[in-house]
C-alpha cells in the first residue's frame, strides 16, 4: 500500500510540472480580437487541466480527452462537429420543448411551497434553479429514459467535482503542506470522476442495447455510440469509436458545463431584477403576452433577450478563458511575452499561458457608456449595442461571454433558448421582491469560482402572480 502511495504522490508531482506561465491577463476588447479573431489559429489550444495531466500520468500517458481539452486538431473537428451537428443543432431545439415545460413545473411548484412554508419572508432560489435546470440539460445527454434519483446523482457528484476542482489553495505554493494538499486533491478528484463513471457508463450500455425514441432530440449519448474519430487524432490514420474514458470526460463537461452556467445566469438576472422593480415590469408586461415555450414568440421578445445579454454582459459566467500559445506568437499579437520578457525556462518549454478576463471586457470603459449600470435598453433599436448578440462578430468584439475563436463556447444556443424560458415563466408567475422591506438593494459581489457565482447567494420574497 505504501509503495502505491508513493508511486501515485510521485505521480502527482510530475503531474504539476511544468507549470505555465501567466503572462498577461487581457481584459482589452481590442486585443482579445487581434489575438482570438485575427489570430484565432495560433490562440486555440487551453492548457491542460491538472487533474487531466494527473489522470494521463495514471494511464502511462494517454490522454482521455474532453472538447475543451483536445487541443485544435482534426479529433476536436470531429468532437465539435458532432456535437454541433447533431445534439445541439438549432432544428432540434425547438423538440426541448416538453423538458422545459417539465423542467419548469417543477420549479415553480417546488417554489411556490418554499414561497407559502416562509410566510412573509425570503426564500433562498439557487438550489431550486440549479435542481430544475440539471434534468433539463442531463435528458438532453441520456434520452428521457434516465430516471430522476439518477439524475440528482449525477447533478451532485459534478457539483462536488466542480467545487474541489477549482478548491482554494490555502498552503503558500511549492511548500510541502501544499504539495500534499494538491495530491489530496487528485485523489478526491479521481475518486469523484471514477463515480461518474459508474454512473454515466451503464445509461451508455443501455443505450447501445435499445434506442427508445426521444421526441425529436438526438442525445449526446446516441451521437457519441454512433461516432468514428481520427485513430491518434490524425486524420490520416483510419477511424475508431469514442472510448469509454473520452465519453465520461465528455459527458462530465456537457453537463458541468451546461446546467451550471444556466442557473447561474437566472440567479444573477433574477437578482438584478429583483433590484430594478421597474425592469422587472417591463419584462413582465413584454412576456405576459406569449407562450414561453414556443421558440418562435421567444425569438420576438426583444426585451427579455435585451434582458438576458445585459445580464451576462456583466456577470460572464466563465470567469476568465485560458490559452496556450507559443512565446514569440504572444510577443506579436498580445504584445507581452517572447524570450526577452518570459522567464527563459518558461519560453524553452513553449509554455506561455495568456488569460482573457470575460468581465473587464463586458465592463470596458471606452466600449461600454456607464459600464457597471444595469440597463437593457441597450441593447434595444438605437441603444448603443442593438446590434451585439451573444457572440462576437467578426468586426470587433464589444463583449464575449460565450468566448470567441474558434472554440466559442458551442452551447451558446442552447444556453440562451433556456435561460429565456426560465427567466420569462419566473417572472410570469412570480413578483420578485428583495428579501425584507428595508433592504434597498441585494448584494452582487462576485465569487469567482468554476462558474462566476453571487458571493451572497440570491434571497427574495416571492409572491405568486394570479394568471388570468
Ligand atoms: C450561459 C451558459 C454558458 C456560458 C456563459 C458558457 C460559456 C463558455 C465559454 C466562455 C467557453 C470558452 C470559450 C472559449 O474558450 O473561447 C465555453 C466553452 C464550452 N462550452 Fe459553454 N457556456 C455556457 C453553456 C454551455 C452549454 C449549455 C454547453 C453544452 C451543453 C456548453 C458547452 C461548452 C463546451 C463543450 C465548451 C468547449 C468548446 C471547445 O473547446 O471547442 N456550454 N463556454
Redesign the pocket.
Same mark, same amino acid.
Given at each position: 500500500v505504501i509503495l502505491q502511495r508513493r508511486r501515485s504522490y510521485s505521480s502527482a508531482k510530475r503531474a504539476r510540472a511544468p507549470a505555465p506561465v501567466v503572462i498577461q491577463k487581457i481584459g482589452d476588447p481590442a486585443v482579445a480580437h487581434r489575438a482570438?479573431v485575427e489570430n484565432a489559429d495560433d490562440f486555440s489550444n487551453?492548457p491542460l487541466a491538472p487533474f487531466l495531466r494527473y489522470l494521463a500520468e495514471r494511464n502511462g500517458g494517454r490522454r482521455g480527452e474532453?472538447?475543451?481539452s483536445?487541443s485544435h486538431s482534426p479529433l476536436?473537428r470531429a468532437f465539435?462537429c458532432n456535437?454541433t451537428a447533431e445534439t445541439?443543432h438549432p432544428s432540434r431545439l425547438g423538440h426541448l420543448a416538453p423538458l422545459q415545460r417539465e423542467g419548469i413545473e417543477a420549479l415553480v411548484a417546488s417554489l411556490s411551497s418554499s414561497a407559502a412554508a416562509a410566510g412573509e419572508g425570503a426564500i433562498p432560489v439557487r438550489e431550486h434553479l440549479c435542481n430544475a435546470v440539471f434534468p433539463v440539460?442531463a435528458r438532453?445527454c441520456f434520452g428521457d429514459g434516465v430516471d430522476g434519483c439518477h439524475v440528482r446523482a449525477m447533478g451532485s457528484v459534478i457539483r462536488s467535482f466542480q467545487q474541489i476542482a477549482v478548491g482554494e489553495a490555502r498552503a503558500s505554493p511549492g511548500t510541502l503542506r501544499a504539495r500534499f494538499a494538491e495530491w489530496r486533491r487528485l485523489r478526491r478528484l479521481l475518486a469523484l470522476h471514477g463515480r461518474l463513471g459508474e454512473l454515466f457508463l451503464p445509461l451508455v450500455a443501455a443505450r447501445r442495447e435499445s434506442r427508445w425514441p426521444c421526441n425529436g432530440l438526438r442525445p449526446y449519448v446516441d451521437s457519441l455510440i454512433d461516432l468514428r474519430v481520427p485513430v491518434d487524432g490524425d486524420d490520416g490514420g483510419g477511424r475508431r469509436g469514442v472510448r469509454d474514458d473520452e465519453m465520461v470526460n465528455l459527458f462530465s463537461?456537457?453537463l458541468g458545463?451546461?446546467?451550471g452556467?444556466?442557473g =447561474?445566469?437566472l440567479e444573477w438576472t433574477l437578482a438584478h431584477l429583483v433590484n430594478r422593480q421597474d425592469v422587472q415590469q417591463k419584462l413582465r408586461e413584454e412576456v405576459d403576452g406569449g407562450d414561453v415555450f414556443r421558440r418562435s414568440l421567444i425569438r420576438g421578445m426583444p426585451y427579455l433577450n435585451a434582458v438576458v445579454l445585459e445580464s451576462?454582459r456583466l456577470h460572464?459566467?466563465?470567469p476568465f478563458?485560458?490559452?496556450h500559445v507559443q512565446p514569440d506568437v504572444a510577443a506579436r499579437v498580445v504584445g507581452v511575452g517572447g524570450t526577452a520578457t518570459v522567464p527563459a525556462a518558461a519560453a524553452a518549454a513553449g509554455d506561455v499561458l495568456v488569460q482573457f478576463t470575460?468581465g473587464d471586457i463586458g465592463r470596458d470603459k471606452h466600449t461600454w457608456k456607464d459600464p457597471d449600470e444595469f440597463r437593457p435598453e441597450r441593447f434595444l433599436p438605437g441603444g448603443e449595442a442593438e446590434d451585439v448578440g451573444p457572440l462576437p462578430g467578426p468586426r470587433e468584439i464589444r463583449m464575449?461571454?460565450?468566448? =470567441?475563436?474558434?472554440?466559442?463556447?458551442?452551447?451558446?444556443g442552447?444556453?440562451?433558448v433556456?435561460?429565456k424560458c426560465f427567466l420569462a415563466a419566473l417572472v410570469r408567475e412570480f413578483q420578485w421582491a428583495p428579501p425584507t422591506e428595508d433592504c434597498a438593494a441585494v448584494d452582487l459581489t462576485e465569487l469567482d469560482t468554476f462558474i462566476k457565482t453571487m458571493k451572497k447567494p440570491l434571497s427574495a420574497r416571492l409572491t405568486p402572480r394570479v394568471l388570468l
Open positions: 482570438l487551453r474532453s472538447l475543451a483536445v476536436w465539435r456535437l445541439l440539460i438532453l463537461e456537457f458545463a451546461g446546467a452556467t444556466i =447561474a445566469c451576462l460572464p459566467l466563465v478563458m485560458q490559452r470575460l464575449m461571454p460565450f468566448g =470567441a475563436g474558434h472554440r466559442f463556447c458551442p452551447g451558446s442552447v444556453a440562451m433556456n435561460i
